[in-house]
């Protein structure tokens, strides 16, 4: 199965701004790969894991139209870190099968000389292996949730806890080749993943 010659990993804590990120390097013609979206496949009605998740966890986290109550199975194993090891025993290996499959889906319909893998555990999951290069968007702890508890529907304790369960911020950009700075305005991220983009370019033609 081939795969795109070079593939960088855009990553960063919640609320830090990677879909933003990555919508911008979308702008430029590159695919993105969203781990998030990998996630959701492996779940769907009819998958072995979602019947695996509802005999583990009961009806609850089962919708009535048969799909799984995502904030229902958030709620539970993020209060619960066994419970959180259980789910991700389960989904990381199926949740890689799939990005593999889109990666070498990428190579074949996209033109763009690199790839994109927008995950939040790109690190914690291992699935740094699948790329060539890191990079980290970053911003101040205080700012990282305020702007997730103004994005999503989660209480600033269940947000809290979500970011206690991903690699700290300073562990983060150690492992980062490079930082994109989202503590500014969206004209300063972008023109960040403006320059990254031409050094993605000439980095993956040398590769």
Same mark, same amino acid.
């Given at each position: ?15 830090? /701004?990677?879909?933003?990120? !990555? =919508?911008?390097?979308? &702008?430029? *013609?590159?695919? @993105?790969?969203? $781990? #998030? ?8 009605? /009819?998958?072995?894991?979602? !019947? =695996?998740?509802?005999? &583990?966890? *009961?009806?609850? @986290?089962?919708? $009535? #139209? ?56 790109l690190i914690e999951s ?82």
């Open positions: 199965m081939s795969t795109p010659r070079f593939t960088v990993g855009l990553t960063g804590g919640i609320g830090s /701004g990677k879909s933003t990120a !990555a =919508a911008r390097f979308r &702008h430029h *013609g590159v695919n @993105v790969v969203d $781990a #998030d979206q990998a996630a959701r496949v492996v779940v769907e009605p /009819g998958r072995p894991a979602l !019947a =695996a998740i509802e005999e &583990h966890f *009961g009806p609850s @986290v089962i919708q $009535a #139209d048969g799909t799984l109550d995502r904030a229902v199975l958030r709620k539970l194993v993020f209060d619960d870190p066994t419970e959180r090891r259980w789910l991700e025993q389960l989904t990381h290996p199926l949740i890689r099968e799939e990005i593999v499959t889109s990666l070498a889906a990428s190579a074949q319909t996209h033109s763009a000389p690199y790839a994109i893998l927008e995950s939040p555990l291992g699935q740094s292996e699948l790329v060539q290069r890191i990079c980290v968007v970053d911003l101040p702890e205080a700012m990282q949730l305020a702007r997730a508890s103004a994005r999503d529907a989660n209480t600033l304790e269940q947000i809290r806890k979500i970011m206690a369960a991903q690699l700290s911020r300073e562990a983060r950009c150690a492992k980062a080749d490079d930082i994109l700075d989202n503590s500014g305005s969206l004209e300063s991220l972008n023109a960040q993943v403006d320059a990254l983009h031409a050094k993605y370019v000439q980095r993956a033609s040398q590769s």
